[in-house]
């Protein structure tokens, strides 16, 4: 029977010698602080930045750029891709896609637009259109966005948190969604265009405010 030192020492050639193919092939690696299992494929012109963990049968497409401190397990990266310091888990992740920091990419979740989806749950299944963003910050503070199973985001929508979508609900392309959608029900927001005069300047004083003495900070340095 084999020594825990043993197993180790074998586990540290295996991944030795899956790190030199790699670096062989033309993937870049800025250190060898990285840990890949043998069946991972990673295309030549991807970069992997340290503390990254690729584990099972892990594809990644050309030009991506992996980490720091992301961990893939079952997943494929399709070309053009960032993943920032982030998990995926038996996932899809379409192409030119940027993930992160600080994702957590359930199993069976297909990413294939640009999308910002932060402080959020999702249930199942959910589809997001190109172009969704969860508007969960007010320069003051982070709201949540809570999105059910099998809901449809479309194209350009905007959840203005705090908001709820609910099971199998529907937004319509191009909607600012700034109330709770039912479940079942489909969401239409396209009102015409109105401006409120020095609104921005009254909500932004503190905000202002704060920047200014950081850089002032900075200078007094």
């Not at 020095?198 to 920047?211: D, P």
Request: net charge negative; with cysteine.
């Amino acid at each position: 029977m084999s020594t825990a030192k043993e197993k180790f020492e074998l586990a540290r050639q295996r991944y030795a010698a899956t790190f030199e193919r790699h670096l062989d092939n033309g993937v870049e690696f800025i250190s060898d602080n990285v840990y890949i299992e043998p069946e991972v494929i990673i295309t030549p012109g991807t970069v992997i930045l340290p503390g990254c963990i690729l584990r099972g049968k892990t594809v990644i497409a050309e030009n991506c750029v992996i980490g720091p401190n992301t961990l893939l397990e079952d997943t494929i990266v399709e070309a053009g891709t960032t993943i920032n310091a982030s998990q995926c888990y038996e996932s899809h992740i379409g192409p030119n896609n940027k993930i992160g920091p600080f994702t957590h990419v359930r199993t069976g979740t297909t990413v294939s637009h640009l999308t910002y989806i932060g402080d959020a749950t999702v249930g199942k299944y959910c589809n997001f259109g190109c172009g969704t963003v969860t508007c969960n910050y007010d320069g003051e503070g982070k709201y949540h966005t809570t999105i059910g199973d099998y809901a449809f985001i479309g194209c350009n929508t905007n959840l203005v948190a705090p908001v709820t979508v609910g099971d199998h609900a529907f937004t319509a392309a191009g909607s600012t969604i700034g109330h709770d959608v039912p479940a079942g029900a489909l969401s239409i927001e396209r009102a015409k265009q109105t401006e409120i005069d020095n609104w921005g300047e009254n909500k932004l004083q503190k905000y202002i405010a704060k920047k200014q003495k950081l850089e002032a900070d900075k200078k007094n340095k």
